[in-house]
């Protein structure tokens, strides 16, 4: 049977293969793709070879082939149909056809749209991230950095969490969006008691410390690979007593273990994505230019999803 993967090879280096899967087993599950969603902050780490190696074992996705040393086939949020014609989400790299345990299957409901089921695995990112943050209803919070996750949150804070959501970004194309879609941008004077950082970058947790109001929160979403960054904590940071929180989502927050679990959490993110006006965000790019993409990444797509 064959099909296409795609590979990077090297650092910014990055190619389509064609294969060939020669036998089913009985216990294997063939998926036609449908969609992939590119997880960007992670997947240009890896594609860059920035992954730190004492984490190699932790960044290893299902059915990933090769290594974080090259090549490596790496991705983890398709959506495809099987020969029952069942809508599936499954973590797998970017690939035509999958061949896969049936356990590793998320079916989705009949009205879930396979365009928006990319997100789950975003979503559910998110949702850990709420639940680590405390949020109350109708409090002021910041979202830094809009891209795929930041996104997400800051739309279900909006429409599920009832907040009042502002938003940091230094792309000017995004904050015209953003505005139209109906955010406020923040400004210099405003002070934030919870903030959720999700650029990936120095200056932005730089611009959390400093807006955060005493004793405020800042949620750190952000993945830095092996990317050393420098911050200034000597001005408000110890003199407010912020903390910064670490938000991770391949485990349930300790303070939700009770009552959640993967599944639960899966369940609540499929629900939360028919809530939220997240298809107007959604750019779609071919599978066969998923080279040039990484290559020449498009600098004002929020949310990135390839199509098969």
Known sequence: MNYKSFWHLKNNESKIISETYEMLSLDTVEIESLYSSISLGTEKIVAQGKVPSTVYKKMAVPYMRGNFDFPIQYGYSLVGKTKKNQLVHLMHPHQTMCFVNEKDCFVCEDETQPILATQLSNMETVINAIWVSKIK???????????SIGILLAETLKNYCKAVVFVKETNDYKLDFLAKKGFSIAEENQEFH?????SATQNGLQYCIDHSAKEGKIIELSWYGNNAISIRLGE???????????SQVSEIPFEKAETEDFLSRKKLAEKLLQLIPIRDYISLIAFEDLPDYFKNTPKNHFITVVKY
């Open 137 to 147: 209803p109708n409090q002021k919070v910041l979202v830094c950095g809009l891209g």
């Open 194 to 198: 919870l903030c959720f950082h999700v």
């Open 236 to 246: 408000k940071f110890h003199y407010n007593r912020l903390q910064i929180i670490s």
